[in-house]
């Protein structure tokens, strides 16, 4: 307790005294990762300020992603933020990156865009500037109509809310539709930003886990024959982080649930538009006959990440609340955006540009396939997904992702621990190899650097950390 004790000075607010002070404990490491802060109480003591002041310090540490809760058994040190800290220190200047989900920029249509933002100014005049209508640009409203028919999903314009990337589309559902303390459950694992955004709106959050097909509908059952969500998280095609693309059996039974249960399904759909080897990876939302799918379709991996553009498609019933936290957010997206987007669609062949990036991403999946199988599959623990970009490895019990992410990241490639994707700590033994942004070449190096190093670090690396038992069966 005595590394929590300082002199609090009188010339700035004593919460954020604290809080810094905290802070720097936390990057510097002398607070490890998933250790248990000292109670509100305790801390409040020994530092001879109110109860009060260390729950506000407690929840901006837990805003800016420092600490998380788990309820009734405290606040504990998350290591989300400690190795972002640790990659800045580090030259990321010819490392690997099979951390970052961001496809590789030779992939983007550029000189194609360019021409399109033209148009845009030609032809839209000062209208361009001007703040649209609030659901967006109509006549992009009605191109992704046609757009969406190609992935089954019949729609009208006016239940297409243009939003600014997928991130804002799962924001302004929650801000619409979920109150404090409503239960939200989610696929385990799942995307960090998600879990962020449940967390900040009060929701309480569930976790069911992932089997090879999809989220197991058996533990599904029993908890929603206990309790009802509002809403369930699910990304049904080549999930993040997992790659597993859902049996149209589970896409079907998804929506049956939650007709019988009477909750919406949040789908958030990145890379549906291409096919790899499977032949059921129509979006969740196609099946969907009942008005339960809210549909977020993001295209930060199939174009250009900083466009910031995306749709949410939603049962007319819930229309107004989501316009209105749109509105609240940011009122609209970039006119200008926009109407390039609809000039891309309309005068380039989207479909030609769709299946040289399938091309691409499948050479890329075939190749890194191959090798993880070749090279990983007796080391470690792995379930091959059908396409996608992302492959989740499971070292033996005993070893720590975080202690092999910053072990490899040393030899020259980076990874992402799968504690960015579960909601309370775990025993750590998983990771992430996303393959978007290397190359052809930069896949067969950086799998070989893995290979090469596993050994040495399995024989050295064993308990370095305290464990807690592990939830996921996949």
């Known amino acids: 307790m005595d590394k929590y004790k300082f002199i609090i000075k009188e010339n700035s607010p004593k919460y954020l005294q604290i809080y810094n002070h905290i802070k720097k404990m936390i990057i510097e490491d002398e607070i490890k990762a998933n250790k248990k802060l000292p109670p509100i109480r305790t801390l409040a003591k020994l530092l001879e300020v109110n109860n009060t002041t260390i729950v506000k310090v407690y929840e901006l540490l837990e805003k800016e992603g420092y600490v998380y809760k788990n309820i009734g058994s405290g ?227 199939i174009l250009m990440p900083g466009l910031r553009i995306g749709l949410v498609e939603m049962p007319s019933e819930i229309l107004k609340k989501i316009l209105w936290a749109k509105y609240s957010s940011d009122i609209s997206t970039s006119g200008i955006i926009q109407r390039s987007m609809y000039h891309y669609m309309e005068n380039f062949d989207w479909d030609e540009y769709i299946k040289k990036l399938e091309k691409a991403y499948s050479e890329k999946f075939e190749l890194a396939s191959k090798l993880i199988v070749k090279n990983l599959g007796e080391k470690l623990k792995l379930k091959v997904p059908s396409g996608g970009i992302n492959f989740f490895l499971e070292l033996p019990r005993g070893y720590s992702s975080k202690e092999f992410s910053s072990y490899i990241l040393k030899k020259g490639v980076s990874i992402l621990s799968g504690s960015h994707f579960f909601d309370t700590s775990i025993d750590d033994r998983f990771f992430r190899i996303n393959i978007a942004q290397p190359s052809i070449c930069e896949i067969e190096k950086g799998i070989d650097i893995i290979s090469k190093n596993i050994d040495e670090f399995l024989t050295n690396y064993k308990n370095t950390e305290e464990f807690k038992e592990n939830k996921l069966f996949f």
Not at 194 to 215: H, Q, T, Y
């Open 75 to 301: 606040t504990f040190v998350s290591d989300v933020n400690r190795s972002i800290n640790k990659e800045k220190s580090i030259e990321m200047d010819g490392i690997i990156r099979f951390d970052n989900g961001n496809p590789s920029i030779d992939m983007f249509p550029v000189d194609d865009f360019k021409e399109s933002i033209n148009m845009a100014l030609e032809k839209e005049g000062n209208s361009i500037f001007e703040y649209d209508d609030g659901l967006g640009f109509l006549n992009l409203r009605e191109k992704l109509v046609d757009y969406l028919k190609k992935l089954n999903i019949n729609t009208h314009k006016d239940n297409i809310q243009i939003i600014s990337g997928a991130q804002q589309g799962i924001d302004i559902v929650c801000k619409g539709i979920i109150n404090y303390s409503d239960l939200v459950f989610v696929e385990e694992p799942t995307y960090r930003g998600a879990l962020e955004v449940f967390k900040n709106r009060g929701a309480k959050i569930i976790s069911i886990p992932m089997l090879e097909d999809g989220i197991d509908i058996g533990i599904l059952k029993l908890k929603l024959e206990k309790t009802r969500p509002k809403i369930i998280y699910t990304m049904p095609n080549y999930q993040n982080p997992t790659g597993i693309t859902y049996s149209i059996y589970k896409k079907k039974k998804l929506i049956e649930l939650a007709e019988k249960y009477d909750f919406y399904i949040l789908e958030d759909d990145f890379m549906s538009d291409l096919k790899f080897s499977s032949h059921i990876n129509y979006p969740l939302r196609s099946y969907d006959d009942k008005g339960r799918v809210i549909y977020i379709k993001s295209f930060s991996k």
